[in-house]
């Protein structure tokens, strides 16, 4: 037997009381009546096998099976043993048809199909209940009646879209929900939008075909079974000015053809909006801005309010607007049209970048009050990296040179030619002048240069010098490079280390605090900032909200919440040793330090998030700071670590 005639078995051999019509039958397994008519004749083959069992077929009554109990088990376990199947496997395919069944489903159903006890049908039951609610759908439970999932079709079919994400352990793999098709199928609508794809020159990234192939397979599975999108009359006609909407017609005339079905109006407005939410290329930014008018205000306004944020001169990076262009074009269709997406690399974003990370949630959450468009922590992770790769951007054009002096024993011809080597060899060093060892002194008090180079051994210098022979081979090279990098490094980690523990405070600094929720250490900090006088009282509510949009854990057992910096009076980091880790989002967090940190000094806070950051890669100091007796002793243990 196929894998349809034992699934056809089986429902048969589940049907304990009464019958089951064709008609209904051949929706269910999504074939002709014809079909279901030439199965029966093979199993009623398979049935001679047992002498109690037998197909029984009554005409107009509908069709079911006679047999004893023990036989239907034995056959249950037979045809189960055949395909085992894993708890996973089991939990998506259940999943899965809750999601494509309006008929109700009962626990002893799942249990004579899947061979289990009907507890473990419940748990699993309770597992898919939690995750549908992500997706505003509510799995109802009614007792001798069976299961349901309510909600609209255009959220079941979102639901069904990410049902690889009800298995975490394979949510990074192949899509499974791929392997609920048939392969012709799958084939045929790939083809045809590849076809699409080239016949108007469209620039969809390869993430984007994907979900273009499961969204279409979803809505020819839907249309066979009558389950149909309600499109509201309004969003038709806007659906229908698009350009959108023509690639759409082509391509349902290529999708009818094969497959003999004819879409309704409200399937063309549905997958016009998956085109229209789609991620492109930037081959279409062009189009894009000249079309959008609203995705160019949004870019526009996002980019200028970061760089009113964080001092950064994003407005003048031409990368990051193109860039953002297209790829806020799809995250606003998205939102419109109710296409959630889900980050895997968020979690690693936040902990990677917090200070960007923290800098847009704080802006979307003004684009929010602008233009009501509330954006999720997932699409904002990738918003992040945007402005995360333009940073770089600027900062590896805008490095300053180092300036330095040439101390040389040999001459003045030799301690130019030392310099056309050096000023070839590494284009960030600025010789201030070429001096000798006696005129080292006033120099260094006139020029204050970075560091020295010198070619003989210097007495009483306080600059940092380095020696080196006046020849400059290829070991002064590697030597003066390494010399270079360690004082960038040094220099930024003291300059790090200096700017976290000048915001902290005594007043501000609690220990073995003990909440039952991260919201309540939230407002016990923003509370006491506003009692003493760093920030106005607006600022604890505004907190409050800013932990609501996205929990501000960044690994290492560390949160860092924070608010508005226009609420804030007077910078100050305030500090909570929690008594016992609490969860934090999808964190255990057991140091708390909340950012007041006003607009004057916002160019310190990405050195603040910097250090407390680092703080979060070193689980020993972090460890040793949440047992810290008191203010002086956290401050002893922070130096004493950097």
């Not at 790769?389 to 040999?410: D, P, Q, T, W």
Request: glycine share 4%.
């Amino acid at each position: 037997m196929n894998n349809r005639q034992k699934e056809l078995l089986r429902r048969l051999l589940i049907q304990e009381e009464g019958a089951l019509h064709i008609k209904d039958l051949a929706s269910e397994l999504d074939c002709a009546e014809k079909t279901i008519r030439n199965d029966l004749d093979r199993l009623e083959e398979f049935l001679l096998e047992f002498p109690n069992a037998g197909l029984i077929r009554k005409p107009g009554l509908g069709i079911s099976i006679a047999i004893d109990d023990d036989n239907r088990k034995d056959i249950l376990h037979r045809l189960l043993s055949n395909e085992p199947k894993t708890m996973e496997e089991r939990l998506f395919e259940m999943a899965f048809q809750l999601l494509t069944n309006n008929k109700p489903t009962t626990l002893q159903y799942w249990a004579d199909r899947y061979y289990v006890p009907k507890a473990a049908v419940k748990k699993d039951i309770d597992i898919i209940s939690n995750w549908v609610q992500r997706f505003d759908l509510e799995l109802i439970t009614k007792q001798r009646f069976g299961n349901t999932i309510e909600g609209s079709e255009l959220k079941k079919r979102n639901a069904l879209a990410h049902l690889s994400e009800l298995i975490p352990s394979t949510s990074s793999a192949k899509n499974l929900v791929l392997d609920l098709f048939l392969p012709y199928e799958i084939t045929i609508v790939r083809n045809a939008l590849h076809d699409l794809k080239n016949r108007f020159s469209l620039t969809f990234t390869d993430g984007a075909l994907e979900s273009l192939l499961v969204h279409t397979l979803i809505m020819i599975k839907r249309t066979r079974q009558r389950a149909q999108v309600f499109i509201q009359g309004f969003e038709k006609e806007s659906a229908e000015k698009s350009q959108e909407y023509n690639y759409t017609n082509w391509f349902f005339e290529q999708l009818e053809s094969v497959f003999r079905l004819v879409f309704p109006d409200e399937e063309r407005v549905y997958f016009t909006w998956h085109l229209m939410s789609s991620k492109r290329m930037e081959e279409e930014l062009e189009r894009i801005l000249i079309k959008d008018e609203e995705t160019t205000r949004i870019m526009n306004t996002l980019i200028y309010k970061m760089e009113n944020l964080t001092q950064l001169p994003f407005v003048a990076d031409p990368i990051l607007a193109s860039g953002l262009a297209v790829h806020m074009h799809s995250v606003i269709n998205r939102i419109k049209y109710g296409f959630p997406i889900t980050n895997p690399l968020f979690e690693n974003i936040k902990r990677m970048y917090p200070y960007m990370f923290s800098m847009v949630i704080l802006v979307l959450e003004e684009l929010n009050t602008t233009f009501s468009i509330d954006i999720p922590e997932d699409e904002a992770a990738y918003i992040v990296l945007h402005f995360q790769a333009s940073l770089e951007r600027i900062e590896g054009g805008r490095e300053e040179k180092k300036r330095a002096l040439i101390v040389c024993h040999m001459g003045i011809g030799m301690s130019h030619l030392l310099e056309a080597k050096i000023k070839q060899q590494y284009q960030g060093i600025e010789i201030l002048a070429c001096i000798s060892k006696t005129k080292v002194k006033n120099y260094v008090e006139i020029f204050q240069p970075d560091f020295i180079i010198s070619t003989v051994p210097l007495e009483n210098v306080k600059s940092e010098y380095i020696v080196i022979s006046p020849l400059f081979g290829q070991d002064d090279k590697q030597k003066l490079r390494q010399f270079v990098e360690g004082l960038v490094n040094k220099r930024k980690s003291i300059n790090t280390n200096n700017v976290l523990s000048q915001y902290l405070v005594n007043d501000l600094m609690f220990f073995n605090v003990e909440k039952e929720h991260r919201y309540e250490v939230v407002e016990m900090l923003a509370r006491a900032l506003f009692e003493k006088g760093y920030v106005k009282e607006e600022f604890i509510r505004n907190a409050i909200k800013r932990e609501h949009s996205s929990a501000t854990a960044i690994g290492g057992s560390i949160a860092i919440p924070h608010g508005d910096p226009s609420l804030i009076q007077t910078s100050a980091v305030a500090t909570a040793i929690l008594k016992k880790r609490m969860e934090w989002g999808n964190e255990q967090v057991s140091l708390v330090f909340m950012l007041a940190i006003s607009k004057e000094d916002q160019g310190d806070i990405r050195e603040v998030i910097g250090k407390i950051a680092s703080l979060s890669q070193s689980p020993l100091v972090g460890l040793a700071l949440t047992g810290a007796k008191d203010y002086q002793d956290f401050l002893g243990i922070l130096e004493k670590k950097q």
